[in-house]
């Protein structure tokens, strides 16, 4: 299970929106407790993708290194990754799947339709990456 709160979602529906009709994506930033992840920052990121940045999204490998470092100063770690999908289902796609985290983090996924952001879902990719399994986001005062 993914908790956030209100804030945290409300700043990844601005950076979706703000970058459309190209992907955004960004950093899931707190903590696991009792085997449920609680987000206590989300960070956006640059999209380094230039060929294709409406349907394909790339965060340089220098952004990852800092990010992770800042977030072990602060007593926090990289718990997941968000990005947006312009005018198709917050559903992850085989390149996705292809390009997922390890098993255990968040993707969260909001599907932006014209400009607008209208879902938002998260998915873990399963432990012998073959698939994601959708999990429960819990919205937070």
Known sequence: MLHLTRTEREAMIA??????????CGFLIGNWHEGQKRVEEVRPAG?????SPQNRY??????????????RRAGREIIGF?????????????????????????????SVNG??????RSWVVAEDRSRFDEEPIVVEE
């Open 15 to 24: 950076h979706g929106e703000q970058t459309y009709p190209h992907e955004c």
């Open 47 to 51: 999209n380094a993708r230039e060929d």
């Open 58 to 71: 790339l965060i340089e490998p220098k952004e990852v290194f800092e990010v992770d470092r800042d977030a």
């Open 82 to 110: 968000y990005h947006s999908h312009p005018d198709v289902p917050a559903r992850p796609s085989a390149y996705d799947l292809e390009h997922a985290p390890w098993s255990g983090y968040s993707m969260l996924i909001m």
């Open 115 to 120: 400009g607008r952001a209208t879902d938002m």
